[in-house]
């Protein structure tokens, strides 16, 4: 393995990611978001309904937003030194398995996204700042159930 | 140029997430173990710089809290659609953001994890049932859940932030914020709106009316208390507060003695007997 840079530290992570949500708030007045690019190229290729409705008539923010992260990821990791093919996974799992949660947890998450309307960057991190309920209660729920199904994840991880 | 801003906005993300070591699933994994806080102290800290960044520019009249958008409450859905989201974190141990890191930085795992958030999305999508949309409170936030004035909220997000990573400069923060006062800008309500207001018992409703006692002898509006000061006449509706539009004058000419029968006047008909 080359070198690479150490991780930054967390809470000067955070700040910098707290003051650019401020920014997106003052500037385009929306906060940031991930899965609704998803939901926004899904809309796009499913017959419509109310669901798939909003993200239909959403314009293109969310699509390039998420265009960034990719490169920004990319710069970020290339700069580092972190910029790396392979497949991350606990010790005890098998590539094609990790592949295989990848995909099934992943899918979960698209699921869950869909019925609340958002994920960790829209609805918790963004929504959260604004106090919203649901925000919260999403929160809530994702990190309880993450939480208590832990234990029975543990061959994936550790 | 709205979608250039967009774009930067997603590079500044994409690169302060893979800063964090955000793109790497063991890492995020960790949290669920107890062994790794990154995800947290990154997501929280964030959330307690724009939220209390978001109050006091609000606070202080340089945005309006109100143009921003609040995330809409489907109470339920998001209870469950949460539950199922965090058992996928669990299983893919990346989230939708993350995952797109990781696949930026040459990670397989991250490139599933996006596949079959697509998959989630479209099938979910497709199966759309009436479950989605119940328990809808629209843009509910917790100070109104809990009746409590916003800023209090935000004081208390900041105080139990500073208690967590133990900085208690952050205790101070905490409490300016939450005696800040109120971060909306205040509205103005059409005597009318008022009226009907008044008429239908809005829940919470309070009209405070600051002109001299002798002024408010002579004229009230109904279910308002006098107190003495500025002279205007304020009205505090679901957690909102509102100037009266043109004041006593305009409540008079446009509710009290008005010549159209409306509900609302037909309501008022026996206080004008009365010369209110």
Known sequence: MTTSRSYANPYAA?????????LSFVVAGRGLGASGAFAWIAARIASTNPYFERYLAADGWLVAEIAGVIAGGFLSAALAGRLRRGVERGPRLGVRARLACAFGGGAAMGIGAALARGCTSGLALSGGALLSVGSWAFMLAAFAVGFALAPAM???WR | MALMFALAVGIAFGFILERAGLGTAPKLAGQFYLADFTVMKVMFTAIVVAMTGAFWLARLGVIDLEGLAVPETFLLPQLAGGAIFGAGFLIAGLCPGTSCVAAASGRGDGLAVMAGM??????????FS??????AFGAWTVPQLLHVPYAAVAGAIVLAFAVAVRKPILIAVALVTALGGSPYRMHTVEPRELAAWIVEKKPGLQIVDARTAAEFALVRIPRSENRPGDGAITVRAAGHDYV???GIEAWTNEVVKTQHPTPTTIYFAPLRRHGC
Request: charged fraction near 5%.
């Open chain 1, 14 to 22: 955070g700040t910098a990611l707290g003051l650019l949500l401020l």
């Open chain 1, 154 to 156: 543990r061959w994936a």
């Open chain 2, 118 to 127: 697509f998959a989630g999305i479209l099938g979910a999508g497709l199966a």
């Open chain 2, 130 to 135: 009436p479950f989605f949309t119940t328990t």
């Open chain 2, 244 to 246: 009266l539009r043109g």
